[in-house]
């Protein structure tokens, strides 16, 4: 075919030359736009969570928990399923409107170093939230009764190796819902 004579001929043919070139640049355009568009700055912040969440994931791979007062670094004591149901146990808790704060802690109290590592790994993200990121969310970061940010910690009846939330006399003092989680993921060794 001869240059020039594209859009000679038959005019039915001639309108579909067109539209098939039309939709060809418009392909193109809507290509090139989504390559070099600018990403907005809710895209750009939900890209950063979700990197951040990522390396958060990663370290947990290879994390270690600190020596105990033994000497000796904690092995697992509960299998990746029972990480895992307390995983569950520690989301369910959190969800609606309130929180079980006795749940979230009963279920945790027990566990060593390596066992907390293998929770938060199997909490992995929900809902875009590392397990540190929900707690945050969720859990009183100081003790305030008008809002039943209520103190937690040790007293005799219950002991999380968190001594330095120790409950006082009438049940008042310990720590804030977020300072107790906190003291009792120290023997993770993870960055909270
Ligand atoms: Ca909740």
Redesign the pocket.
């Known amino acids: 075919m001869a240059k020039g004579k594209f859009f000679s001929g038959d005019y039915r043919l001639v309108i579909v030359k067109v539209v098939a070139i039309g939709v060809i640049i418009f392909v193109l355009y809507k290509l090139a736009t989504q390559l070099f568009r600018k990403k907005t700055p809710e895209e750009t912040q939900a890209d950063e969570i979700a990197q951040n969440n990522q390396n958060f994931l990663n370290g947990l791979n290879d994390a270690q928990p600190p020596a105990e007062n033994t000497g000796s670094v904690p092995m697992p004591s509960i299998t990746i399923a029972e990480a895992g149901n307390i995983a569950n146990i520690q989301y369910n808790a ?6 079980d704060e006795a749940a979230l802690f009963n279920s945790l109290c027990g566990l060593n170093g390596a066992d907390l590592i293998l929770v938060a790994q199997e909490f992995g993200i929900r809902d875009e939230r590392t397990i540190f990121q929900y707690y945050y969310y ?1 859990l009183c970061s100081s003790i305030n009764y008008l809002t039943n940010c209520l103190g937690h910690g040790d007293n005799e009846d219950f002991t999380c190796g968190v001594p330095q939330c120790q409950v006082g006399i009438l049940g008042l003092g310990g720590c804030s819902e977020l300072e107790f989680m906190k003291g009792i993921w120290v023997k993770s060794g993870l960055p909270f």
């Open positions: 959190m969800q609606g409107t309130g929180t969720e």
